[in-house]
């Protein structure tokens, strides 16, 4: 779950097994690689580049009045695929593989940048 401190609003959040280390996007309550159930919340740089992405033209109530907008998926440096959405995208700027960064979680979004 999220800490309400400021670390999980400017860091990338991930989980970590605590009997094995393999990191996972939350939620996660079992760890697919041994079987444990305890997990610790670790903080990623967040660099990676864009994995896939989506143009979302009917988004939840919430995000309406940005649409569109793209949403993705960013692999990280260490192989591990996050869901994100992307600061300075304009619908046709986001191409896979461009180089992103962390920015911020928002809103219950990780915030990718396009570098
Ligand atoms: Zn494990």
Redesign the pocket.
């Known amino acids: 779950m999220k800490m309400s401190n400021k670390d999980s609003e400017t860091k990338l959040s991930l989980l970590q097994?605590?009997?094995?280390?393999?990191q996972y996007v939350p939620p996660k309550y079992l760890?697919?690689?041994?079987?444990?159930t305890d997990f610790t919340e670790v903080f990623s740089q967040g660099k990676g580049e864009v994995y896939s992405f989506t143009i979302i033209r009917m988004p939840f109530e919430e995000f309406v009045d940005e649409a569109p907008y793209a949403f993705g998926e960013v692999k990280l440096d260490g192989s591990l695929v996050v869901p994100g959405r992307f600061t300075n995208e304009g619908e046709k700027a986001v191409k896979i593989g461009l180089k992103v960064s962390f920015v911020k979680w928002d809103r219950g979004v990780n915030w990718f940048e396009l570098t």
């Open positions: 097994c605590s009997g094995c280390g393999k760890c697919t690689a041994c079987g444990k």
